[in-house]
């Protein structure tokens, strides 16, 4: 008598095979496997008839090759990764656009949404080809990093990797230093892990900002952002710009726009100075720096020093009163580190008693780090003075001499 077709088929996916299996090749042999069970599994009485003094006989062998068949599969499921070293030359290869597969480190797959391949990394990091750049970087501060977290350049740890800080946009740090942000929390101590540059980040808390937001490495938050954009003397980086409001599940788009940062500083003489002797040089000493960023007073105090190296200009405004009716004449010039620059004096003449004068007077310095300018002077009288004046109850005061030195050029 004929029987209906029995089937039961071992309908296990890939996905779910990857979920025990460990090794691709284990995968593969599992459903060569499964294609050669489904094969032998359907038997119908119109095939075959069994005469009953061999029925015992085709029973005793069907059993010993399902016992050699669950032997196998057994072999295989407890079997090592298969280790080999062979290699493979294609013209290319084609991903499945659908196949479902799990996340996993070396594991690479087509993400049909973002139309990329994707390869599992360490910390469940999925790296999407073509859209995202890491930096591979550690962490030593002695706390874990949180993914989200903007990192600056703080040195070179073990085999020549880069170590990362939260970074602080307050100005103690030159914005050359800023390298991107974390993608997944770095613990301390030494671990080595990824800093995206360029690309997305996920799984972070945006829910201060709204969707298209740029945003900044904060001026007052070690490693946080800004949606603010901060002013000198704090450091303006544009990091990322967001995707996706949310606490947890928030995500931005990390492209730091890094520009060399420019130096900068005011510098004023708020007291009177007078020359020491009639056609001496003299050097002006400064007493108070309202703003400076890269560029300070130095000693003696007549030394302006500039920390790096590049195009300044220095721009002073002089005030200049005389004290007798008498002409007198007045030279003003700079040096860069003690010598005289060519071509850099003015002469300026006063006749009148009490008389003020305003004189502007700028000039371009190629500097080196560490070098410094100083404003000269020299007068054939005694009688003329830079001269600061009080505040009185319609204007503020006067200084003798403002200096505004501005870097131009790196």
């Known amino acids: 008598m004929a029987t209906a077709p029995i089937s039961r088929r071992l309908n296990l996916t890939r996905d779910q095979l990857a979920a025990f299996l460990t090794d691709q090749q284990q995968i593969?042999?599992?459903?060569?496997?499964?294609?050669?069970?489904?094969?032998?599994?359907?038997?119908?009485?119109?095939?075959?008839?069994?005469?009953?003094?061999?029925?015992?006989?085709?029973?005793?062998?069907?059993l010993a090759q399902i016992s050699r068949l669950a032997n196998a599969v057994e072999l295989l499921a407890n079997a090592p990764a298969i280790q080999n070293n062979n290699s493979v030359v294609t013209d290319y290869i084609d991903f499945d656009a659908k196949a479902p597969h799990v996340d996993r480190v070396r594991r690479m797959a087509?993400?049909?949404?973002?139309?990329?391949?994707?390869?599992?990394?360490?910390?469940?990091?999925?790296?999407?080809?073509?859209?995202?750049?890491?930096?591979?970087?550690?962490?030593?501060?002695?706390?874990?990093?949180?993914?989200?977290?903007?990192?600056?350049?703080?040195?070179?740890?073990?085999?020549?990797?880069?170590?990362?800080?939260?970074?602080?946009?307050?100005?103690?740090?030159?914005?050359?230093?800023?390298?991107?942000?974390?993608?997944?929390?770095?613990?301390?101590?030494?671990?080595?892990?990824?800093?995206?540059?360029?690309?997305?980040?996920r799984e972070v808390d945006t829910s201060a900002f709204s969707i298209g937001d740029v945003l900044y490495a904060s001026p007052t938050v070690a490693g946080a952002f800004t949606a603010t954009k901060p002013t000198a003397p704090d450091n303006v980086v544009p990091v990322a710009a967001v995707l996706k409001v949310g606490t947890t599940d928030g995500e931005i788009f990390v492209r730091p726009t890094i520009e060399q940062q420019k130096y900068y500083g005011q510098f004023l003489k708020t007291t009177d100075q007078s020359p020491t002797a009639i056609n001496t040089a003299n050097a002006?000493?400064?007493?108070?720096?309202?703003?400076?960023?890269?560029?300070?007073?130095?000693?003696?105090?007549?030394?302006?020093?500039?920390?790096?190296?590049?195009l300044y200009n220095f721009a002073a405004t002089y005030q200049l009163t005389s004290t007798s009716s008498s002409t007198k004449n007045i030279w003003l010039w700079f040096r860069v580190d003690g010598v005289d620059v060519t071509d850099s004096s003015i002469l300026v003449t006063l006749s009148s008693n009490n008389e003020y004068k305003a004189i502007c007077r700028s000039d371009f310095f190629t500097l080196d780090a560490n070098q410094y300018v100083q404003l000269m002077w020299a007068a054939d009288s005694t009688a003329v003075t830079l001269d600061a004046v009080a505040p009185t109850a319609f204007a503020p005061s006067s200084p003798a001499l403002i200096l505004a030195v501005t870097q131009v050029q790196q």
Do not use: K
């Open 28 to 62: 593969r042999q599992f459903e060569l496997l499964f294609s050669v069970v489904d094969e032998l599994q359907v038997i119908t009485g119109t095939d075959f008839e069994y005469q009953a003094d061999t029925a015992a006989a085709t029973a005793n062998e069907a």
């Open 284 to 310: 002006i000493t400064f007493d108070s720096s309202p703003i400076s960023n890269g560029i300070s007073i130095g000693s003696p105090a007549s030394r302006i020093v500039v920390s790096e190296s590049g």
């Open 110 to 201: 087509w993400n049909g949404d973002d139309q990329t391949i994707e390869i599992g990394m360490e910390y469940g990091v999925i790296q999407q080809i073509g859209m995202e750049t890491y930096a591979r970087v550690e962490n030593t501060t002695g706390v874990t990093i949180p993914n989200g977290t903007v990192v600056g350049f703080a040195g070179v740890g073990a085999n020549n990797t880069l170590s990362v800080v939260p970074y602080l946009a307050d100005g103690s740090t030159p914005t050359l230093y800023i390298l991107g942000v974390m993608t997944h929390d770095l613990p301390d101590s030494g671990e080595v892990g990824y800093c995206t540059v360029w690309g997305h980040v």
